[in-house]
C-alpha cells in the first residue's frame, strides 16, 4: 500500500490508545517515521485471536503475550487513559492524572468481553499464564462442560475442548437459533454445525440459562444444573460464559459521549476520523463501521490510517476506507474449521485448518511485529 511520503509531518506526535490487533498494526506502520506514543494498560499485547487454545493446550497462553517494549520500545507507554480533551488535544492517564499531548491521535481500545476469550484491563503477562493454566486443569477434571454462549467465542472453545478431549460433553446453550452470528451465510452455518455434531457437541438453541445467578464460575467436582427458560436441565461440573463481546469505551465515554453510537462505538467517516475531529481517528472494535469485526479487518483500517496520516505531509488526498461483505475464519480445533470470503464462497475444514486452525494465527503475528515467538 503506498503512503504517499515516508515520514509523519514535521512537529506531529501521534498517540495510539489501545493496544490490540488494530493498534499494534498501525504503530508497526509508524515505525521509524516520526514520533508516535502507543499507551496500553497492559504490558503485552493480548493475541485474543488465540486466548480459546490457551484453555486447553499447556504453554500456548505465553505464545499469545507479545510484550510492547520488544515490539515497540520507546514508543509504548502502559497506562490506562481515562479521559480525552479533544479541545486541549491530549489523553489524561488515571495514574497521577498524567496528561500526554498529540497532534493526531487514533483510538483503537477495541471490546471487553469475559474471560478466556479476554483478559481484565490491567492484567499481567504472569497472571495470565496462570489463568489459563488454571483453566486447562478446570477442563481437564470435568467431565461435562456446558458453553454459555454460541457466538463465535463459545464455537471456538467448543471445538478447541471438543478437539482435545474427546471424551467429554460439551455443550453449548445459545439464545439464537443461528451459531456465531446473523450475518453468515447457510452454508457457513450448515458447515458448522456439521462439524460440532462430528465432534459430538451438543447444540440447545433458542433458548437461555435461567439460573445464571446460580452458576459456579469455577470448576465443582460435585454436579451442579444449568436451567433453561425452556426447562431443559444439563448437569455440569464446569460452566463457562461466551456472552457478547462489548466496546470498551472507557478512554473515551466521558468527554465523548455525543460522538458514540448506542453500542459506544465511535461515529466515523470513510476515512475513518471520528464525525467533527479531523485528527482524531477511530479503529476496529470501537469504530462504527459496518461489517464483520476482525482481526484482519482491524489491520486493514490501521493500513488506512496510516497511509493517509503519511499523505498529510505531501498535502495528498486521503484514502477512504471501504468495507467489504460477511467475512470469517472460523477455527473449531487445530484439525477443523469454515472460512467465509465476502463474496458467500464457504471452505471447510481442509482450507480453514492450513489458513487459522494449526497455530490460531500466532506465528504470523510474532513475525508481523517484529518479535520472536518463544518456543517452550
Same mark, same amino acid.
Request: aromatic residues 6%.
Given at each position: 500500500?503506498?503512503?504517499?511520503?515516508?515520514?509523519?509531518?514535521?512537529?506531529?506526535?501521534? =498517540? +495510539?490508545? #489501545? *493496544? @490490540?490487533?488494530? /493498534?499494534?498494526?498501525? %504503530?508497526?506502520?509508524?515505525k521509524?517515521?516520526?514520533?508516535?506514543?502507543?499507551?496500553?494498560?497492559?504490558?503485552?499485547?493480548h493475541m485474543?485471536?488465540?486466548?480459546?487454545?490457551s484453555?486447553?493446550?499447556?504453554?500456548?497462553?505465553?505464545?499469545?503475550?507479545?510484550?510492547?517494549?520488544?515490539?515497540?520500545?520507546?514508543?509504548?507507554?502502559?497506562?490506562?487513559?481515562?479521559?480525552?480533551?479533544?479541545?486541549?488535544?491530549s489523553?489524561?492517564?488515571?495514574?497521577?492524572?498524567?496528561?500526554?499531548?498529540?497532534t493526531?491521535?487514533?483510538?483503537?481500545?477495541?471490546?471487553?468481553g469475559m474471560?478466556?476469550?479476554k483478559?481484565?484491563m490491567?492484567?499481567?503477562?504472569d497472571?495470565a499464564?496462570?489463568?489459563?493454566?488454571?483453566?486447562?486443569?478446570e477442563?481437564?477434571?470435568?467431565?461435562?462442560? =456446558? +458453553?454459555? #454462549? *454460541? @457466538?463465535?467465542? /463459545?464455537?471456538?472453545l %467448543?471445538?478447541?475442548?471438543?478437539?482435545?478431549?474427546?471424551?467429554?460433553?460439551?455443550?453449548?446453550?445459545?439464545?439464537?437459533n443461528?451459531?456465531?452470528?446473523?450475518?453468515m451465510?447457510?452454508?457457513?452455518?450448515?458447515?458448522?454445525r456439521?462439524?460440532?455434531?462430528?465432534?459430538?457437541?451438543?447444540?440447545?438453541?433458542?433458548d437461555?440459562?435461567?439460573?445464571?445467578?446460580?452458576?459456579?464460575?469455577?470448576?465443582?467436582?460435585?454436579k451442579?444444573?444449568?436451567?433453561?427458560?425452556?426447562?431443559?436441565?444439563?448437569?455440569?461440573?464446569?460452566?463457562?460464559?461466551?456472552?457478547?463481546?462489548?466496546?470498551?469505551?472507557?478512554?473515551?465515554?466521558?468527554?465523548?459521549?455525543?460522538?458514540?453510537?448506542?453500542?459506544?462505538?465511535?461515529?466515523?467517516?470513510?476515512?475513518?476520523?471520528?464525525i467533527?475531529?479531523?485528527?482524531?481517528?477511530?479503529?476496529?472494535?470501537?469504530?462504527?463501521?459496518?461489517?464483520?469485526?476482525?482481526?484482519?479487518?482491524?489491520?486493514?483500517?490501521?493500513?488506512?490510517?496510516?497511509?493517509n496520516?503519511?499523505?498529510?505531509?505531501?498535502?495528498?488526498?486521503?484514502?477512504?476506507?471501504?468495507?467489504?461483505?460477511?467475512?470469517?475464519v472460523?477455527s473449531?480445533?487445530?484439525?477443523?474449521?469454515?472460512?467465509?470470503?465476502?463474496n458467500?464462497?464457504v471452505?471447510?475444514?481442509?482450507?480453514?485448518k492450513?489458513?487459522?486452525?494449526?497455530?490460531?494465527?500466532?506465528?504470523?503475528?510474532?513475525?508481523?511485529?517484529?518479535?520472536?515467538?518463544?518456543?517452550?
Amino acid at each position: 500500500m503506498g503512503n504517499g511520503s515516508s515520514r509523519l509531518p514535521e512537529g506531529s506526535h501521534v =498517540v +495510539i490508545v #489501545g *493496544g @490490540g490487533f488494530a /493498534g499494534c498494526q498501525l %504503530a508497526m506502520r509508524l515505525k521509524d517515521k516520526g514520533k508516535f506514543t502507543l499507551i496500553d494498560s497492559r504490558e503485552a499485547m493480548h493475541m485474543n485471536i488465540g486466548a480459546l487454545r490457551s484453555s486447553v493446550e499447556p504453554g500456548f497462553a505465553k505464545k499469545t503475550l507479545i510484550p510492547y517494549e520488544e515490539m515497540l520500545g520507546d514508543n509504548f507507554k502502559q497506562g490506562v487513559v481515562r479521559a480525552i480533551n479533544l479541545e486541549e488535544k491530549s489523553v489524561v492517564l488515571v495514574a497521577g492524572d498524567e496528561v500526554v499531548h498529540y497532534t493526531h491521535l487514533v483510538i483503537a481500545t477495541g471490546a471487553m468481553g469475559m474471560f478466556p476469550a479476554k483478559l481484565m484491563m490491567t492484567t499481567s503477562t504472569d497472571d495470565a499464564i496462570t489463568l489459563y493454566e488454571k483453566q486447562i486443569e478446570e477442563i481437564r477434571a470435568a467431565q461435562s462442560i =456446558v +458453553i454459555i #454462549g *454460541g @457466538g463465535a467465542v /463459545g464455537v471456538e472453545l %467448543a471445538g478447541e475442548i471438543a478437539t482435545e478431549c474427546r471424551e467429554k460433553q460439551v455443550t453449548i446453550i445459545h439464545s439464537r437459533n443461528r451459531l456465531v452470528n446473523n450475518v453468515m451465510n447457510e452454508n457457513f452455518q450448515r458447515e458448522v454445525r456439521d462439524q460440532l455434531n462430528n465432534l459430538n457437541v451438543k447444540l440447545i438453541l433458542g433458548d437461555r440459562a435461567k439460573n445464571l445467578d446460580e452458576v459456579p464460575d469455577d470448576y465443582r467436582p460435585d454436579k451442579f444444573k444449568v436451567v433453561t427458560e425452556n426447562g431443559i436441565e444439563v448437569e455440569t461440573e464446569l460452566a463457562i460464559r461466551c456472552t457478547g463481546l462489548k466496546t470498551n469505551s472507557f478512554a473515551y465515554a466521558m468527554t465523548m459521549a455525543e460522538k458514540m453510537n448506542s453500542m459506544g462505538q465511535l461515529k466515523v467517516n470513510e476515512f475513518l476520523q471520528v464525525i467533527g475531529c479531523d485528527n482524531v481517528y477511530a479503529i476496529g472494535d470501537c469504530n462504527n463501521v459496518l461489517e464483520t469485526k476482525m482481526a484482519y479487518r482491524a489491520g486493514l483500517q490501521a493500513d488506512i490510517v496510516a497511509e493517509n496520516l503519511l499523505k498529510e505531509a505531501t498535502g495528498k488526498p486521503k484514502t477512504a476506507y471501504k468495507p467489504t461483505g460477511p467475512m470469517m475464519v472460523l477455527s473449531l480445533g487445530r484439525n477443523g474449521g469454515v472460512f467465509q470470503l465476502p463474496n458467500g464462497c464457504v471452505f471447510g475444514s481442509f482450507v480453514t485448518k492450513y489458513l487459522k486452525s494449526r497455530d490460531v494465527f500466532v506465528g504470523k503475528y510474532w513475525k508481523d511485529f517484529g518479535v520472536k515467538m518463544p518456543t517452550e
